[in-house]
């Protein structure tokens, strides 16, 4: 039967999105602690289009971006599959007295009303995402929430990266080496940089720029244009 | 979380308007209770502060 089939192979997705967040639960605090600094790439993007009005941290990890945001934000909403990870953010806020909103959720199906944000950084979390349908959806969701004069960074890994060889976008995991030396596999969907201009040109955001830096693929995006 | 957050958030899967009951505030923020959907009645955890907004399929506990 293809409906089996169909619940099935949702099941199955579930159970790979939950280990992703499984992961990141389990290595939060460590994989926090190696995430000091903010990216130069998202730095210029946020000189450049920051405003007044809600900034989002899609995939915010312990919110070293939502810090950058909150710099010319009047709120910032900090976002992630990981409870760990946002715990790791809270702390960090608290030292560096930044105010950031904390919302645990699922990239694909973003609890946030439609043009409710002025800037999002949607940076290394889109590869994170098991299916290419989950992360077409993910990129039409943040088309749904991002005004059409907003602007949002979104960046992936890329087959251009020192260390594969390949051409063509594949799917991989890559290890989290925890400092008693025991290895955690994460899901990575590596893109190459034309797939990922194409997934961005298919979705419902409007592809601005795009640019390969460090090994990953960024683009600049506006949200979706009102219809009718 | 602020209650002010309230006027962005949805619910994940149907995107209504979400509402909030038996909440307990520590101060101004909003440290535990649940946030409602006004159309599906999907009732999404406010836990130690932080809403768990992931839809239901995702949500059950993790391993410890």
Redesign the interface.
Known sequence: MAGDQDRESNRDEVARREDVRDTYDRIATHFASTREYAWPEVEAFVDAHARDGVGLDLGCGNCRHAELLAADCESVVGFDVSRGLLETGRDRARERAFAVELIQGDAATLPLAENSVDIAVYVATLHHLPTRAARRDSLDELARVLSPDGRALVSAWSTAHDRFDATEGFDTTVEWTLPGGEPVDRFYHIYAPDEFEADLADSDLALRESALSSGNCYATVAGAEPTG | ??E??L???????D?HD?ELENADYDDEEVVGGNLVCTECGEA?PI?D???????P??R?E??A
């Open positions: 979380m602020k002010s957050l006027e962005i958030l949805c619910c994940p899967l995107k979400l999404y836990e502060g932080i809403p768990n907004l992931l839809p399929d995702m059950e993790t391993p």
